[in-house]
């Protein structure tokens, strides 16, 4: 599973995953499998059912959370807090280039109260560009401050 990227321990995020990819996540220790591709995005992509299943047959946890291009609600960003919240151990996400899985968990950091500065660096070092979504970043971290 080369192409898995580590944004940060603990978080990794992954282009569209194969059936293999699961054993080979389940023998690097991720505990969790967050999927975030919504199912026949593209043709030919594995049904995201059919890895949920694999992956319970392999002792991991799984959640849907799949994202669209139309963007991220606030419903999904506290869908995966909630799941970051309660993982068992390290946490793979993936969608169709890891693009959106790294937004949404940078999305649920700031909601949390990470800065977004260190978010985005974090991504970028990762491969990853946040710069469009800082705005979204910044309302996250303001409203984690005003709690």
């Known amino acids: 599973m080369s192409k898995l990227v580590e944004v940060e321990t603990g978080f990794a995020v ?4 194969e059936p293999g990819d699961l054993d080979q996540a389940a023998a690097q ?20 059912a059919s890895l ?3 992956a319970k047959r392999l002792g991991l946890d799984w959640v849907d959370i799949p994202v669209t291009h139309a963007g991220f609600s ?15 151990g390290p946490v793979l996400a993936y969608c169709r280039s890891g693009t959106r899985s790294t937004m949404l968990w ?13 978010l985005q ?11 469009g979504l800082r705005p ?3 309302q996250q971290y303001a409203a984690a401050a005003a709690r």
């Open 14 to 17: 992954s282009p569209q995953l």
């Open 29 to 48: 220790g991720y505990r969790l499998i967050v999927n975030n591709r919504p199912d026949d995005e593209e043709s030919g992509q594995p049904d995201g």
């Open 52 to 54: 949920a299943d694999q």
């Open 74 to 88: 606030a419903s999904q960003v506290e869908r995966l807090t909630a799941a970051l919240g309660q993982a068992d």
């Open 106 to 118: 940078a999305l649920a950091q700031a909601r949390a109260g990470r800065h977004p500065a260190e």
């Open 121 to 131: 660096d974090r991504a970028s070092a990762a491969g990853y560009d946040l710069a």
């Open 136 to 138: 979204l970043l910044d």
